[in-house]
């Protein structure tokens, strides 16, 4: 099982990224997706979750009218669409995904993926 996300690099302040994150080796559909986040010298936090079944969606106050997060349980992918970007938003992206009955909480993802840069500048 494997997650791989994609979409960060280097923006402006103002700017827009959309993060993906594609699983491989099992399917997810019954599975909540989250996204986390890392920024240098702190601890990992949450960012976005959604349920396995579109129905909620969850996100963290520094990002609650930003950020969109989404799925295609078809192509076994999640995506985090991110806009007016801050410099505080500078940070390792991380996907996840895991039962959905905590979607706030790291230990209820059981698959990770790696995480992808994202790094916006003022």
């Known amino acids: 099982v494997q997650l791989q996300a994609s979409g960060g690099g280097l923006v402006q302040a103002g700017d827009s990224l959309r993060l993906s994150c594609a699983a491989s080796g099992r399917t997810f559909s019954s599975y909540a997706w989250g996204w986390f986040r890392q920024a240098p010298g702190k601890e990992r936090e949450f960012v976005a979750a959604i349920s396995w079944g579109t129905v909620n969606t969850y996100y963290a106050d520094s990002v609650k009218g930003r950020c969109t997060i989404s799925r295609d349980n078809a192509k076994n992918t999640v995506h985090l669409q991110m806009n007016s970007l801050k410099p505080e938003d500078t940070a390792i992206y991380y996907c996840?995904?895991?039962?959905?009955?905590?979607?706030?909480?790291?230990?209820?993802?059981?698959?990770w993926g790696k995480g992808t840069l994202v790094t916006v500048s003022s």
């Open positions: 996840a995904a895991g039962s959905g009955s905590r979607p706030y909480a790291m230990n209820d993802y059981h698959y």
